[in-house]
Structure formats: structure tokens, C-alpha cells
């Protein structure tokens, strides 16, 4: 097991998000900031 190989398993998620198509990673993005949004609302109306 080569560190090289390691490297690229570790970095596999990362890979796999890049391959998806940009309407995929745009709409991941959208949904990604709308939770920190809401998650960041909902601890200063507390």
C-alpha cells in the first residue's frame, strides 16, 4: 500500500463530489448554505 494510493482513498469523497455534474455540486451548494443559514438563525433567535 503505496502512499499514493492511500492519498487517493482518502481523498475519494472529495473526488467523487468534483466528478458530479455542476448541476449536482450547485444544487449540494444551495442546500449546504441554506442549513448553515437556518442552523445560524435558529441559534441567535434563541
Known sequence: ????????????PVIAIYQLSSHYRRLLLLLFSAAVFLR???????
Open 1 to 12: 500500500m503505496t502512499v499514493g494510493f492511500a492519498f487517493s482513498q482518502s481523498m475519494h
Open 40 to 46: 445560524s438563525h435558529l441559534i441567535e433567535s434563541k
